[in-house]
């Protein structure tokens, strides 16, 4: 604290955060740059009423320290090495209280106070191992394993922690290896969506012969990934490859009866579009085809599915004749998510509907291949 | 308020504080700090002053395993830190592979560099990328044993103030360029360049520091120039330019620096500024020298000797005068002591000098004339301090005998002979 002396000096009022007020010498308080500050710009600490408040970080025992630090440095007079000796005396204080004291120099903006301390906790730092390092500044030691797991990036030649670090790494491997397989199964997952969508814009654009095989390879390509998956077998094989395939022949026959198709599907443009809003939802399982066909099998589906097409092709034009004169029934296709379990209560009650809004469709035209088609024939 | 003794003492800290406590101690010691505690993880990354030195090297022999090992820290390191980097310092004697370098410098000229120091290995100039050019903010700058080529769009370095160039190549003219493109430039080192010519024009210049083989210095727009220190290496070729050069070199020097007020010139430096130096002119005084030394001087020539006498009688604030004499003795002219008398105004002083150090002193004629005119000229002279050279023995006690019967213009002055112990 400063000396109080009967003479005619000023004197400043500070005030810390817990409501104590002290007077200080003015030479001695003006050293620091923030109350050097407060007092040229804002006029105050000039009397009691009027203290300047300081920072919260500086209580009163702290303040003790700083002034005592600002009295001595303040004196113009003292060579370098005066100095010196003041401060290496000065910084001998718990760590408790250096800490303070720099949280409080950094706040009242008094740097060669802030240098001074920091060097003495870098000191403290430096060379130490970080057990010692917790101890001094009571730090937790709440790294979690997997955090400690993380590379340490140091340069150390300790051969403890070169060992610590290869035993972590091992670790590391096998933390990676776990995650990788079920990474793998996610991708899976993830893929077979991107596919579905792949397809569908596919089939949308490419409508020329060219692109048709290059359309089947890519499909089957990608169909090959998803054997590994474990996937419902022949129902969907089967639907999957009328699907594919299907894709093709339509497109070969619509391009005969071009003056025929486009028209009447004008006013479908409702059904058509309803079924498309249905297409994203639609669970393309039946995707996922099993590509080693042997050519019998794949022989038979082709005829069938050229059948279907014909058949689509002639009746599409009376059927819409006959939806359009029911007029308000326009409800869309009830396709269901599940494609084939519901398609086959339709096809049982295929005599009975005939002749209502639905359309009813052989049984191996799953919901996926028909959207399909309908956008392509769209 | 009461704190449970067990209470985190560090780490709720403001960022300033703990980078002023993470930049004092060695960055191997900083980086380690990442496994004292969650918070601690990466608190070091955030600093903004990396200095690799051969603190971060491994023990070990091997030189190439020390050197992979130092690129692979500085490596990580880089790319684990976050936040701006102002201060990147390199300091070391292995020679980094110039892919490595090329590439840590183009991530700091990214990443706000305002100090770049590279002083590495003694094998190889490495050859700074360009991205070393396009720092805008840098403000400091020393490279030392590197090639540099100014790419041709390079306006400069706005912000630097500090160069320093040492044993660097770079094509005479875009040195130049370099300097006159820095306009707060304020204190320059250029060291150890080869038969240079140069030009300095650095309005803000204040302290110039030169040190080579240098044919010509001329400064041309530096009035702010508060010190300036310079060693000239001799070469024959250099010798023969001063045969042939005209105009007065003290002038060219020392023309435009009024505020001058230290001076420091080792070697050649005098025998540069006697060329053309006319005897009785002296243009400008330099109100603020206050301290002098030069180094070398030889007081056999008489052209030196009149730079030196030119340089504290323009010097009326002088303060403390240092001078070393050169040991090489010349064949014996006849010495014209004359001069002192006839030349010289009897009514010159010295009014402030204070300090007088005369060492490698051979007592020469000259020497001792020189000595008596400091001492009779000085009124507040306080110490006169007279070191021989090693090489004369055997003159030591006449010298002595004749010092001290010199007439002392100050009451107060004392002259110390000061022997080296042999």
Redesign the interface.
């Known amino acids: 604290m400063a000396v109080v002396k009967p003479e005619m000096k000023s004197y400043i009022w500070l005030q810390t955060a817990d409501g104590s007020i002290q007077q200080v010498e003015e030479e001695v308080a003006m050293f620091c740059p923030m109350i050097c500050r407060e007092v040229l710009q804002t006029g105050m600490g000039s009397s009691k009423n009027y203290a300047i408040s300081l920072p919260q970080r500086v209580n009163p025992a702290i303040l003790g320290l700083i002034l005592d630090y600002c009295q001595f440095h303040q004196v113009p007079g003292r060579s370098n090495k005066e100095r010196k000796i003041f401060d290496e005396k000065f910084i001998r204080l718990d760590t408790k209280k250096l800490c303070e004291l720099t949280s409080a120099a950094d706040s009242l903006q008094l740097r060669p106070l802030v240098d001074l301390t920091s060097r003495a906790l870098a000191r403290m730092i430096e060379g130490k191992t970080p057990e010692e390092i917790r101890e001094t500044f009571h730090l937790p030691d709440d790294l979690t394993e997997e955090e400690k797991l993380e590379p340490l990036r140091n340069m150390t030649d300790d051969p403890r922690i070169r060992l610590l670090n290869r035993l972590y790494a091992r670790k590391r491997k096998e933390l990676k290896e776990r995650e990788k397989l079920k990474n793998v199964e996610v991708e899976e997952e993830q893929h077979v969506d991107e596919r579905s969508v792949d397809d569908l814009l596919s089939f949308i654009n490419g409508a020329d012969e060219d692109s048709k095989s290059a359309r089947a390879t890519k499909s089957k390509k990608k169909n090959r990934r998803r054997k590994e998956q474990a996937r419902n077998s022949s129902t969907n094989n089967e639907t999957g490859n009328h699907n594919q395939e299907s894709n093709c022949p339509p497109s070969s026959c619509l391009n005969g009866d071009t003056g025929d198709v486009p028209s009447p599907f004008k006013p479908s443009d409702l059904q058509v579009s309803a079924s498309v809003k249905f297409s994203p939802k639609l669970d393309f399982d039946d995707g996922d085809i099993d590509d080693e066909l042997d050519p019998a099998m794949k022989e038979e589906i082709d005829r069938e599915v050229e059948d279907f097409a014909r058949r689509l092709n002639s009746d599409w034009p009376e059927r819409m004749q006959e939806i359009l004169s029911l007029g308000q029934e326009r409800r869309p296709v009830p396709l269901s998510v599940n494609g084939n379990g519901s398609l086959r209560r339709y096809t049982d009650f295929l005599p009975w509907h005939r002749g209502k809004c639905f359309y009813v469709l052989p049984c191996h035209v799953t919901p996926g291949s028909l959207v399909l088609l309908l956008v392509k024939l769209l | 308020?009461d704190?449970d003794?067990?209470?985190?003492?560090?780490?709720d800290?403001?960022q300033?504080?703990i980078e002023?406590?993470?930049v004092?101690?060695?960055l191997?010691?900083a980086?380690?700090?990442?496994?004292?505690?969650?918070?601690?993880?990466y608190k070091w990354a955030a600093i903004t002053e990396l200095v690799f030195n051969d603190t971060?090297r491994?023990?070990?022999h091997d030189k190439s395993i020390i050197s992979c090992?130092?690129v692979n820290?500085i490596t990580?390191?880089l790319f684990?830190h976050d936040g701006p980097i102002h201060k990147f310092e390199l300091n070391t004697s292995y020679s980094p592979a110039s892919p490595d370098l090329d590439q840590w410098l183009l991530f700091l000229s990214r990443k706000d560099i305002k100090e770049l120091i590279i002083d590495i290995g003694e094998d190889d100039w490495f050859r700074a990328p360009s991205c070393v050019f396009f720092c805008p903010k840098l403000t400091h700058l020393v490279l030392v044993r590197c090639e540099l080529n100014p790419p041709p769009n390079f306006k400069g370095f706005l912000c630097l103030k500090h160069l320093s160039l040492q044993q660097v190549i770079i094509p005479p003219h875009d040195i130049e360029v370099l300097i006159s493109s820095c306009p707060l430039l304020e204190s320059l080192t250029l060291s150890y360049f080869d038969s240079l010519e140069l030009t300095i024009r650095a309005p803000n210049l204040k302290y110039l520091n030169l040190e080579g083989e240098f044919k010509d210095i001329r400064l041309e727009n530096t009035p702010h120039l508060i010190g300036i220190s310079v060693a000239m290496y001799m070469t024959d070729d250099i010798a023969e330019h001063f045969e042939q050069c005209s105009g007065c070199n003290f002038d060219k020097f020392l023309g435009g620096v009024p505020c001058l007020e230290r001076l420091i010139g080792h070697i050649y430096f005098t025998k540069y500024l006697s060329i053309g130096n006319e005897q009785g002119n002296f243009p400008v005084t330099y109100q603020n020298l206050k301290f002098i030394e030069l180094y070398q001087v030889s007081f056999e020539d008489m052209k030196e000797l009149l730079v030196v006498l030119r340089l504290i009688v323009s010097s009326p604030n002088l303060e403390e005068l240092q001078i070393s004499s050169s040991s090489i003795t010349t064949t014996t002219d006849i010495y014209d002591l004359e001069f002192w008398e006839r030349d010289w105004p009897a009514d010159c002083t010295f009014g402030k000098l204070k300090i007088v150090h005369m060492t490698d002193f051979s007592g020469l004629p000259h020497e001792i004339a020189f000595i008596k005119f400091l001492l009779g000229h000085s009124p507040v002279l306080e110490q006169m301090i007279v070191a021989p050279t090693v090489y004369v023995t055997d003159k030591v006690v006449k010298m002595l005998i004749d010092l001290l019967t010199f007439r002392r213009a100050s009451p107060q002055a004392t002259v110390k002979f000061i022997q080296e112990p042999l």
């Open positions: 308020m704190t003794s067990d209470r985190d003492l560090l780490s800290l403001p300033s504080i002023s406590i993470l004092k101690v060695p191997v010691d980086v380690r700090t990442s496994i004292l505690s969650r918070k601690w993880r971060c491994t023990s070990g090992n130092l820290f990580r390191c684990l």
